[in-house]
């Protein structure tokens, strides 16, 4: 066990300067945040201070009223369909983009990623005068490409990391021995690149759950989820029902959160020499 080397003044200062300023700037983002929670809880007509009072009437509100229901129906069909969608393409181009080696690999890459930096806006307008004609606007079939394309890149992401540390010399073993490429697929790379598609996976759905502005472009009325519907509702009438919404997607996300961090350290662990 080695010695620890003492630190001077200057860097324990400097420590506690650090620690103290990530505290405030974290504390800075998260205070608006959980202040919503309350007033998901707040026996009153108005999204307000002080709270009044203890109630579960917003949250019932938000399960039992057609719209809402709809709308918490609408976020996890819409937001799971899209994130199996995005899992399969963008495990499959994850694969091919790490065994082939051609002219303009970089390029297609970065078109592969650019739904993640490029301006939602702009793709949502595109998004909208390529389904147009194609009938898909206003459809749920149109919806779930929208968004699996949004989210296909975490997935390439994510599995392109798994890949990085993949020991290719199982699937040329499997091969030498006579596996089907389906069979080596299924029962070697599959279950090593799980964390990876999954973390993928979680991340296009939180993407799509989040989403709004491509839903106004090519959503119709029947397709509002609950951020469309929050937008809506803060328009007409401000109520507590609002921020149950925003409760449940705030616990939506820890939820994810927690499961990714979760999938990091098994793919640390998997992928751990030993």
Known sequence: MGNTIPRTTGERCWRL?????????LLFLITPILAVVPLSF????????????FTWR??????TSQRWALSVR?????????ALLASILGTLAAIGLNISDFRGKASLTAV?????????????????????????????TGLIMAH????????????????ANFDWALVRAAQSLGAHPITVF???MLPLLTPGVLSGALFAFATSFDEVVTLLLIGGPQHRTMPREMFSRLREDISPTI???????????????????????????????P
């Not at 300067?17 to 700037?25: D, E, K, P, R, T």
């Not at 699996?148 to 890949?163: D, I, M, R, Y």
């Open 148 to 163: 699996a394309a949004l989210g296909a890149p975490f997935v390439v992401v994510t599995v392109s990391a798994v890949l």
């Open 42 to 53: 707040n026996d009153s007509q108005f999204l307000a201070y002080p709270v009044r009072g």
């Open 243 to 273: 921020a149950a919404a925003a409760a449940l997607m705030l616990v939506t996300a820890v939820l994810l959160l927690i499961t990714v961090e979760w999938l990091k350290a098994r793919t640390a662990r998997m992928t751990r020499s």
């Open 186 to 188: 299924r029962t070697i």
């Open 58 to 63: 917003w949250y019932e509100e938000l399960l």
């Open 112 to 140: 592969l990623l650019s739904p993640m930096v490029v301006p939602v806006v702009i793709y949502a307008v595109g998004l909208y005068l390529f389904f147009a004609p194609l009938g898909l606007t206003q459809t749920y």
């Open 17 to 25: 300067a650090l620690f103290i300023g990530s505290g405030a700037v």
């Open 74 to 82: 609408n976020s996890f069909v819409i937001g799971i369909a899209a």
